[in-house]
C-alpha cells in the first residue's frame, strides 16, 4: 500500500521560511516524479513544483521560482520542499504528489499518488 506523509506546515509570517517533508512508502521511490501541488480555499489545486528521479529535472510553477527549492532523498524516500520569504498568497493546503515512470507530470491529472495535505498559513 503506498503512502505519502506530509509534514512541516504550520503558521509563519510573511517573509518568514518553512521547510515540508514528504515520507513515502510501499513504492519504489526511485523510480517516481515527485512533487508538490497546493490549493487555497475556493480555488484549484495547483503545481507547484516537482523533481526527477535523481535529484535534476526540477520544474517550478512561475509563481514560486527563486523562492522555492524541491529536493530528494530517495535512501530515505523522502521529499522536501524548502520554501522562503513566504508571501500570503502561498497559504494553502500543500500535497505531496508522485508519478511512476519517466514520464514527468504538471498537472493534477497526471498524478498517481497523493498524500493527505499539510497546512500552510502565511500571515502578515
Known amino acids: 500500500q503506498v503512502q505519502l506523509v506530509e509534514s512541516g506546515g504550520g503558521l509563519v509570517q510573511a517573509g518568514g521560511s518553512l521547510r515540508l517533508s514528504c515520507a513515502a512508502s510501499?513504492?519504489?521511490?526511485?523510480?517516481?516524479?515527485m512533487g508538490w501541488f497546493r490549493q487555497a480555499p475556493g480555488k484549484e489545486r495547483e503545481f507547484v513544483a516537482r523533481?526527477?528521479?535523481?535529484?535534476?529535472?526540477?520544474m517550478y510553477a512561475d509563481s514560486v521560482k527563486g523562492r522555492f527549492t524541491v529536493s530528494r532523498d530517495n535512501a530515505n524516500n523522502t521529499l522536501y520542499l524548502q520554501m522562503n520569504n513566504l508571501k500570503l498568497e502561498d497559504t494553502a493546503v500543500y500535497y505531496c504528489?508522485?508519478?511512476?515512470?519517466?514520464?514527468?507530470?504538471?498537472?493534477?491529472?497526471?498524478?498517481?499518488?497523493w498524500g493527505q495535505g499539510t497546512q500552510v498559513t502565511v500571515s502578515s
Open positions: 504528489a508522485g508519478r511512476g515512470g519517466p514520464i514527468p507530470f504538471s498537472k493534477v491529472g497526471d498524478i498517481h499518488y
Open positions: 510501499g513504492l519504489t521511490f526511485g523510480t517516481y516524479y
Open positions: 523533481i526527477g528521479w535523481s535529484g535534476f529535472l526540477r
